[in-house]
Each structure stands twice: as C-alpha cells, then as structure tokens.
Nanobody
Framework: QLQASGGGLVQAGGSLRLSCAAS????????MGWFRQAPGKEREFAAS????????YYADSVKGRFTISRSVTKNTVYLQMNSLKPEDTAIYYC????????????????????WGQGTLVTVSS
C-alpha cells in the first residue's frame, strides 16, 4: 500500500514536501514515481527514482524546482517542491513499478501498476 501525504495550500514561491510511505517494503528493482493531475487535465509525470541506485528523472516543467529522494530505512519516497507556481496546483500521486530493464526510465502513467491515493497541492497567486 502506498500512502501519500504532505499536500496543502501554499503561496506562490513557497515550498512543500510530499511523502509517500510504502507498506510491505520497496525492493531495489522498484521505481517510484510522482505524478500530478490538474483539474480537467490528464495525469502527467513529475519525477521518478529507481530505488536501488537512486537514478532520478524529472519532467522539464519541474526540473530545478522539485527534488525526489528516498529513505530506505523508512520505505518512503519524498518530493521536495520549491519555488511553487500556481500551475503546480494538482492532485499529486505516487506510484510504483518493477524495473525489469534496469534503466529506471518510466515517464508515463501507463508504465506504473500500483498507485497510492492522491494528495492535493494548491498554490495561490
């Protein structure tokens, strides 16, 4: 089970840190991803991390502002979001999949097979 938390209301330019705790453990060949879905839009990739080697990928829209990280001991993946903009307003979801290729590069929601509930992030202007 994936449990996301940390969403809230923040002013533009502010920061939030999202957490996604995984019960049952996360194995080295798992990839954990953060996605977001704004009202009326499709779910889109934000960031991902390969558990075993910490390989990270970011969407261009968040690169330089968001940082994905993990705690192996806590089985938790984080998304530190800085310099938030109103267009970052969305429900944020964490997701998981096994990485059979070793690349860790999975950028589409269809690539993931296990999802947590979302957490709402609202950025006011």
């Amino acid at each position: 089970q994936l449990q996301a938390s940390g969403g809230g209301l923040v002013q533009a330019g502010g920061s939030l840190r999202l957490s996604c705790a995984a019960s049952g453990g996360i194995f080295t060949n798992y990839v954990m991803g953060w996605f977001r879905q704004a009202p009326g839009k499709e779910r889109e990739f934000a960031a991902s991390i390969r558990w075993g080697n910490n390989k990270q990928y970011y969407a261009d829209s968040v690169k330089g502002r968001f940082t994905i990280s993990r705690s192996v001991t806590k089985n938790t993946v984080y998304l530190q979001m800085n310099s938030l903009k109103p267009e970052d307003t969305a429900i944020y979801y964490c997701a998981r999949r096994r990485d059979y290729s070793g690349s860790g590069r999975y950028l589409s929601p269809e690539d993931y097979d296990y999802w947590g509930q979302g957490t709402l992030v609202t950025v006011s202007s």
